[in-house]
């Protein structure tokens, strides 16, 4: 499947309707951190049949070793492609010094209202010695999630129909395999039969990863070591933003 990476330097598209909504959207600071966060899930989510979708913030340029903005906007719609997402959009929000501000949230907000996802994963924690833009979207994200669903308010998301989203989890940067520190709810999601397109996804980021083969088997170590620690061979792990509770015990622990 063709995706088409947007920005929203093009105008937004109206609301999603029944058909072409997303069931699950994914939010990264620089293309490349979803991958490396939740690649393996959300493949395995579009196999399950689920329509998903990724938001990065910004095009995390420049950097050491990428050429410019347009060879990581390429490298960023091959990691679409092998993962199989249906929609990719950069929000083309300012890189190194992205802030959670008013405007930020906004922007964000109004892809919840036109996309109208079930659930939005994103950040759940700081990454001290990485780029700070990624607790910054953490704080967006959430501020977002709240304000998608906010009436009496169209003037600042123009005049998109309000949004709740039902669920929102958090990741960490899957380099490490840690979990998130104080929170409770983890879950595991058997990735053992996704995490080639994961790994595929990530080494779409030449301009990242080229010089750096290390940071592969990091990563795939990561799913290794979370994955093993649930019983399966590879995972990635989430945690719930809020205790939710499930329907039918036996058929989801087993
Ligand atoms: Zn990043």
């Not at 209202?113 to 759940?124: A, C, L, S």
Request: charged share 20%; glycine share 6%.
């Amino acid at each position: 499947m063709d995706v088409v990476v947007t920005t929203t330097k093009v105008k937004p598209p109206v609301s999603a309707d029944e058909t072409n909504r997303l069931d699950v959207i994914a939010v990264g600071a620089h293309p490349d951190d979803v991958e490396i966060a939740c690649g393996g899930s959300l493949a395995k989510l579009v196999r399950q049949g689920y329509r998903v979708g990724i938001i990065d913030l910004t095009d995390g340029e420049p950097t050491p070793n990428s050429p410019g903005p347009d060879v990581r906007l390429a490298e960023a719609q091959a990691a679409a492609e092998a993962l199989g997402v249906q929609v990719r959009v950069n929000l083309d929000l300012p890189n190194r010094r992205l802030f959670d501000t008013f405007e930020h949230r906004v922007a964000l907000a109004k892809q919840f209202r036109i996309w109208r996802p079930k659930i939005v994963i994103g950040f759940g924690a700081k990454t001290p010695m990485a780029s700070p833009d990624h607790f910054q979207t953490m704080q967006i994200t959430d501020a977002a999630v709240f304000y998608s669903r906010l009436t009496k308010w169209d003037e600042h998301f123009d005049g998109l129909p309000v949004h709740a989203v039902s669920r929102q989890l958090y990741f960490r940067l899957a380099i490490e395999p840690d979990l998130i520190p104080g929170e409770a709810s983890h879950i595991t999601v058997d990735i053992a039969a996704t995490l080639d397109a994961k790994i595929a996804s990530v080494m779409c980021y030449q301009t990242q990863f080229g010089n750096k083969p290390y940071m592969i088997d990091r990563v795939r170590a990561a799913a290794m070591v979370s994955g093993y620690a649930a019983g399966v061979s590879a995972g990635e792990v989430f945690v719930a933003s809020r205790p939710f509770a499930v329907d039918d015990l036996v058929k989801t622990v087993m």
